[in-house]
């Protein structure tokens, strides 16, 4: 099973826009996420947020580049940023990202 945190052990169920891209050789990229209103900055969870945590079988890839988006001191927003560096890297995000948009119903549009 497929899934995001913001805090060890706390799905977030919010799903997130995702948008890629990718230098032209191919060799690094970025994924760049943005929840609406996730469940980890509701009053109601109260979690402190310590990176972004893509969990699946294979095990977990993580950022540390998080950032709250509030409107009128309220929370409104989380956005994460994914650099992977190599061909490897991206591969495996992929597979995440494939296992991810399969169990939440997300497509794919390219620009």
Same mark, same amino acid.
């Given at each position: 099973? !497929?899934? @995001? &945190?913001? !805090?060890?052990?706390?799905?977030?169920? @919010?799903?997130? $826009?995702?948008?890629?891209?990718?230098? =032209? $050789?191919?060799? $690094?990229? +970025?994924? +760049?996420?943005?929840? /609406?209103? =996730?469940? !980890?900055?509701?009053? /109601? #969870?109260?979690?402190?947020? +310590?990176? *972004?945590? *893509?969990? $699946? #079988?294979?095990?977990?890839?993580?950022?540390r580049e998080v950032k709250g988006k509030f409107v009128d001191g309220k929370p409104a927003g @989380? #956005?994460?940023?994914?650099? *992977?560096? %190599?061909?490897?890297?991206? /591969?495996?995000?992929?597979?995440?990202? %494939?296992?991810? !948009? &399969?169990? %939440?119903?997300?497509g794919f549009t390219k620009s």
């Amino acid at each position: 099973m !497929a899934h @995001i &945190e913001f !805090a060890r052990g706390v799905v977030e169920e @919010i799903i997130p $826009d995702v948008r890629l891209t990718r230098s =032209p $050789d191919g060799l $690094d990229g +970025t994924a +760049t996420f943005y929840f /609406d209103k =996730p469940k !980890a900055l509701s009053e /109601d #969870e109260g979690v402190e947020i +310590t990176g *972004m945590y *893509m969990v $699946d #079988e294979e095990g977990e890839l993580s950022t540390r580049e998080v950032k709250g988006k509030f409107v009128d001191g309220k929370p409104a927003g @989380i #956005e994460a940023l994914f650099v *992977m560096k %190599n061909q490897v890297e991206w /591969d495996r995000f992929m597979r995440f990202m %494939n296992r991810y !948009a &399969e169990q %939440n119903g997300l497509g794919f549009t390219k620009s």
